[in-house]
């Protein structure tokens, strides 16, 4: 069966960096895109990026550009999303998610997701 | 990019009610619309993908349609377990994705 298995939780301070892990299982991880997205506490669920681990080219959003790096060891069929410079409003939980095209429909959907990796940045 | 709205932010219902979530594209997205179900301290849950298409394992009382830019997820019985935060997600754009700011189903 499919399964994403995320990294444990973190405590970072201001200014550091910090990277999560995504363990893919249960498919051919250089299949299907990877992309990461984050929860503030009590908040929406918020698009990073995303990555093509059979290529390894990558896309982010515009609010994280120059502060997220996404990356992936296909020999363990792991990606990374790392963090850089972090604030306090970078506290959140940090999810994989498995991308899924549906060649009968021809549409994108999350399909898979991790289990979500808490990121807790505190002075 | 492509702005997703929701309405309304939080609703209140009884088990067994029919239920209506909305959600708005800042443009035309044809039917490259997601929804997710997410219950505290848990991943988001792929409910229905393509507009209306149900994910396998979802139950029927589930239902999405629309297209273009507006589109609504309806639950026919609210059931206890369905008590959760629903999120629409546009796909048209992909591989650069967005969600809406999501609605809370809470019992009345």
């Known amino acids: 069966q499919v399964q994403l298995v995320q990294s444990g939780a973190e405590v970072k301070k201001p200014g550091a960096s910090v990277k999560v892990y995504c363990k893919a299982s249960?498919?051919?991880?250089?299949?299907?895109?990877i992309n990461w997205v984050r929860q503030a506490p009590g908040q929406g669920l918020e698009w990073m990026g995303w990555?093509?681990?059979?290529?390894?080219?990558?896309g982010y959003a515009q609010k994280f550009q120059g502060r997220v790096t996404i990356t992936r060891n296909t020999s363990i069929s792991t990606a990374y999303m790392e963090l850089s410079s972090l604030r306090s409003d970078d506290t959140a939980v940090y999810y994989c998610a498995r991308d899924y095209f549906d060649i009968l429909t021809g549409y994108f959907m999350f399909d898979y997701w991790g289990q979500g990796t808490l990121v807790t940045v505190s002075s | 990019d492509i702005q997703m709205t929701q309405s309304p932010s939080s609703l209140s219902a009884s088990v067994g009610d029919r239920v209506t979530i909305t959600c708005r594209a800042s443009q035309s997205i044809t039917s490259c619309l997601n929804w997710f179900q997410q219950k505290p301290g848990k991943a988001p849950k792929l409910l229905i993908y393509a507009a209306s298409r149900l994910q396998s394992g979802v139950p029927s009382r589930f239902s999405g349609s629309g297209s273009g830019r507006d589109f609504t997820l309806t639950i026919s019985s609210l059931q206890p377990e369905d008590f959760a935060t629903y999120y629409c997600q546009q796909s048209y754009s992909t591989p650069v994705y967005s969600f809406g700011q999501g609605t809370k189903l809470e019992i009345k």
């Open positions: 249960g498919y051919s991880f250089t299949s299907h895109d």
């Open positions: 990555m093509n681990p059979n290529r390894g080219n990558t």
